[in-house]
């Protein structure tokens, strides 16, 4: 049996990759802050509660144990607030972003590594990851920051793994521009907070942005096809065939 646990999963791509995932008969568990479609296994956990999220994702591992033959953790759950150039930005805003985009999913590798680390089957981490993370855009500081951070994370993970006994594989992928709540915040903004703005505006109106559905499609596809102890740690969906 194949598991799948998605972070963020009741929106966007996160809502897609857990619809899609079920219908290619993986058994898949979706954390996430709301589940408004009432599915049976979706937790309903904001990612910040350390104590709590991380006890579920124990839970989950050990309750599939004895009949699961991989596991998938997709660290999906992601924040583009605060935008606004630096020194606007209020302390509460920056404690968030860092909260939910990296500090909530490193916790939850270190805790899937360590709680498969006897675990002989295959075992993949999938972080969604952002070309922000690879280039400075003025006022995304957190965003650019976090993500980069997160990128940074992996590719040591990457290299810690290769001495393991039963390694974890680890690929953080940037996945396109999507017609998202993300890219509906990023268009509510000013210019003075986000000089970049009159661009993604043309990137809706000129229809150059893809669906959450086209994404979760080919990262589906890349997850389940790809072995993720062979392929680049950092990657990018629109590299892919």
């Known amino acids: 049996m194949e598991i799948v646990i998605i972070t963020g999963a009741s929106k966007g791509i996160g809502q897609e990759l857990y619809k899609q995932f079920s219908e290619n008969g993986a058994r898949v568990y979706g954390l996430?802050?709301?589940?408004?479609?009432?599915?049976?296994?979706i937790e309903e956990v904001d990612i910040t509660d350390t104590e709590k999220v991380l006890s579920i994702l124990k839970s989950i591992v050990m309750r599939n144990v004895d009949k699961a033959k991989s596991y998938t953790l997709i660290n999906n759950a992601g924040v583009i607030d605060p935008i606004g150039l630096t020194g606007s930005l209020s302390a509460g805003e920056i404690d968030r972003a860092i909260q939910v985009n990296l500090t909530a999913p490193?916790?939850?590798?270190?805790?899937?590594?360590?709680?498969?680390?006897?675990?002989?089957?295959?075992?993949?981490?999938?972080?969604?990851?952002s070309g922000a993370g690879r280039y400075a855009y003025e006022?995304?500081?957190?965003y650019c920051t976090t993500k980069a951070g997160l990128d940074h994370f992996f590719r040591v993970v990457t290299l810690e793994q290769e001495q393991a006994v039963n390694p974890v594989g680890i690929v953080s992928i940037a996945p396109g521009i999507i017609d998202t709540g993300m890219q509906e915040s990023i268009r509510s903004s000013s210019s003075e907070q986000f000089p970049h703005l009159d661009q993604f505006i043309k990137y809706k109106?000129?229809?150059?942005?893809?669906?959450a559905e086209e994404t979760a499609a080919k990262l589906v596809k890349f997850t389940k096809e790809t072995d993720f102890l062979k392929t680049?740690?950092?990657?990018?969906?629109?590299?892919m065939k």
């Open 32 to 41: 996430a802050r709301t589940n408004p479609d009432h599915h049976e296994h």
């Open 232 to 239: 680049d740690t950092i990657s990018d969906i629109r590299q």
């Open 205 to 211: 109106e000129q229809g150059q942005l893809s669906t």
């Open 139 to 142: 006022g995304w500081s957190l």
């Open 106 to 129: 490193i916790q939850l590798t270190n805790t899937f590594i360590a709680s498969l680390e006897k675990f002989t089957g295959t075992k993949k981490v999938l972080n969604i990851s």
